[in-house]
């Protein structure tokens, strides 16, 4: 059974940093794209960034491009966000997310963990 965890979110004000890690299991980690993605309320759930496993590439979406930093450590099956200059914009619950390198759609989802940016 998959399963993706995601932690670390919390309150910040900002202009503060915050860091939310992702722990996968029950599938090939190192084998798969890793994503990051967030709902506002109101909002339509958004990409964020996302790595390739080999070569490592990432894509970040113009509204957090440099700001926020997506990297994974395969040994661990965690992939990380670490999100800088927080503003209150970036309020959401953030997802982690998993699809293989051969498909678009993410096949698996994590939980959420809520990140709230006061100002």
């Known amino acids: 059974q998959v399963q993706l965890i995601e932690s670390g979110g919390g309150l910040v004000q900002a202009g503060d940093s915050l860091r939310v890690s992702c722990l996968a299991s029950g599938l090939d980690f190192s084998r798969y794209v890793m994503g990051w993605f967030r709902q506002a309320p109101g909002k339509e759930r958004e990409f964020v960034a996302s790595?390739?496993?080999?070569?490592?590439?990432?894509y970040y979406a113009n509204s957090v491009k440099g700001r926020f930093d997506i990297v994974r450590d395969n040994a661990k099956n965690t992939v990380y966000l670490q999100m800088n200059r927080l503003a209150p914009e970036d309020t959401a619950i953030y997802y982690c997310?998993?699809?293989?390198?051969?498909?678009?759609?993410?096949?698996?989802w994590g939980q959420g963990t809520q990140v709230t940016v006061s100002s």
């Open positions: 997310a998993a699809r293989r390198s051969a498909v678009t759609e993410y096949n698996y």
């Open positions: 790595i390739t496993w080999m070569p490592r590439y990432t």
